[in-house]
């Protein structure tokens, strides 16, 4: 909003400019100070309660190439609470990035003067992420039982492969993960995040034993191999069936959505072919980040809006399936544009869905514009990252100015990309689980299958490696223990604050963490 002269001294609170992270069913309260005129009116502009109309004009654009025009922006008269003093409560109702601004009308000429400073920016998550957000990653090819291969077979095995064969071995299923949800619920982990679930090669293109994951070959079904052969319930009815489970159980579903690319040979590339990136030769382009280049993967092209289109009904149609949000896998690497048009999609029919981005390995100012600007709702922290206590300290107190004034940065204590940590050793994992729970803003923490029973075989997504399941000693305890401390103390709720106070250098660290009233439970 552009500036104007003013006779006024006006200082409004929220200060001008800054950013908040806030919930469902809050209240922010603006004041605004310094108005000498006695008759003058105050008004707050904003963006808050008409997320329906950005929505509607941002699906327009995309759509039918309409203009946005942010018709979103509406005045609500401020109260006078005192001398000079007026105040505005906006309920928080709607998910989204919303923004605000007071200014004030002086009689007989009408001039509107405006707080000086650009506006304030509120990020609204849903309610059900007010706090122990603690994510619990599946990968449900790995809950099966492998064969044991005697030599005679892995001898077989290998001729087979140099002759051309394809040798895939059983997969783990959806039921077999229903098998374990009881084991998993007791860790009192409240999501339940799902490795991408599409189809994958497994002839043309197929990269390691099994396929990976991430080369989906079609976004609106599931690998028929995640499925037991059933003739009352097909493959997909079994996704519901886990989904189901998980939600009667309290747990929400959050599936890995690799949308930045498909497998080669994928439906997409089949029939849209003029929807992937080419290089200036014509070949199709793979995507890569750490300089590693994924072979098996081919690159979308998010200049096409019919793309954003189709990438919209996708996540609205698992939407429908029972998922409740989206790690959005190399989610830094598609347009803003292109997000904020699935956002819209979505939230028209799903106003509360997480959006949880993978932005590892992208630019930080890329993060910052999709989580405060664009409206993705958290982030993956880098927290695993950093070994050493000044690393960690330095991370820490970046990572907690960003959760408090963009969105939740999760910190996750192995992810499928990361070594083991038990493969140091078993108290070793147990010190950095602690460590990315006990820092985590509002709960966010995460863990991968294997984690609570100290798994040392780093997660192949090309293969099923062994999750140690059920093998003691094990953690189980121990993480139950922190997630009921992300769950039921107020310092771990939003508005907590935490201190690094040690005194002496070395690779200890000692933290103090403070609920939103500044006191220690």
Not at 19 to 32: A, C, F
Not at 487 to 515: K, M, N, W
Request: net charge negative.
């Amino acid at each position: 909003m552009s500036e104007r002269p003013s006779p006024t001294s006006l200082e409004q609170t929220p200060a001008p400019g800054t950013h908040w992270v806030r919930h469902q069913g809050e209240v922010l309260t603006i004041e605004l100070r310094g108005v000498t005129q006695e008759s003058a009116r105050a008004y707050v502009r904003t963006t808050l309660g008409q997320a329906g109309i950005r929505w509607g004009e941002v699906l327009a654009y995309a759509e039918h190439g309409r203009a946005i025009l942010h018709r979103e922006w509406s005045d609500v008269a401020m109260r006078p609470v005192g001398p000079g003093r007026f105040r505005a409560d906006l309920p928080l109702v709607e998910t989204g990035v919303f923004e605000a601004k007071a200014f004030v009308l002086t009689n007989g000429d009408e001039t509107v003067h405006w707080v000086a400073g650009d506006n304030v920016r509120i990020k609204v998550e849903s309610a059900e992420a007010f706090c122990s957000n603690t994510i619990y990653t599946v990968f449900p090819r790995q809950f099966g039982q492998q064969p044991a291969l005697g030599e005679g077979l892995q001898n077989a095995v290998h001729e087979l492969d140099g002759v051309g064969y394809h040798v895939i071995p059983p997969s783990g299923t959806f039921r077999d993960v229903i098998a374990k949800l009881d084991d998993i619920a007791a860790l009192r982990v409240r999501i339940l995040q799902l490795l991408p679930v599409h189809p994958v090669p497994t002839t043309f293109a197929r990269m390691g034993r099994f396929g990976s994951p991430f080369a989906a070959g079609d976004y609106c079904t599931v690998d028929p191999a995640l499925a037991e052969f059933d003739t009352a319930a097909p493959p997909m009815t079994q996704f519901r069936e886990l989904a189901d489970a998980a939600h009667a159980r309290g747990m929400r579903v959050f599936l890995d959505m690799p949308a930045n690319h498909t497998g080669w040979a994928s439906a997409l590339q089949n029939h849209h072919p003029e929807w992937f990136q080419r290089t200036s030769s014509g070949a199709f382009v793979q995507p890569g980040a750490w300089g590693v280049v994924w072979e098996d993967l081919v690159a979308l092209d998010y200049t096409h809006h019919s793309l954003w289109r189709y990438m919209g009904e996708v996540f609205l149609h698992w939407c429908q399936l029972g998922v409740d949000g989206f790690r959005c896998d190399a989610g830094y690497m598609i347009p803003a544009g292109a997000w904020q048009y699935i956002l819209a999609k979505v939230r028209s029919e799903y106003p509360d869905t997480t959006f949880l981005l993978e932005g590892l390995g992208g630019p930080q100012a890329t993060t910052e514009n999709l989580l405060g600007s664009i409206g993705l709702d958290w982030a993956y922290s880098e927290l695993f990252q950093n070994q050493d206590a000044a690393a960690v300290v330095h991370y820490l107190d970046g990572a907690w100015r960003t959760s408090h004034r963009l969105g939740t940065l999760v910190h996750f204590a192995e992810t499928h990309d990361n070594n083991r940590l038990a493969a140091v050793s078993p108290n070793y994992a147990r010190m950095r689980t602690a460590l990315c729970a006990l820092c985590a803003d509002q709960g966010a923490f995460g863990i991968t299958n294997g984690v609570e029973w100290f798994a040392t075989e780093k997660v192949d997504v090309h293969g099923a490696t062994d999750l140690n399941w059920g093998r003691e000693p094990n953690q189980c305890d121990h993480l139950r223990r922190l997630h009921a401390i992300l769950e039921t103390q107020p310092p771990f709720h939003p508005g907590a604050s935490l201190d690094f106070i040690q005194t002496v250098h070395g690779s200890a660290l000692a933290l103090r963490r403070r609920d939103a009233a500044g006191e220690m439970v």
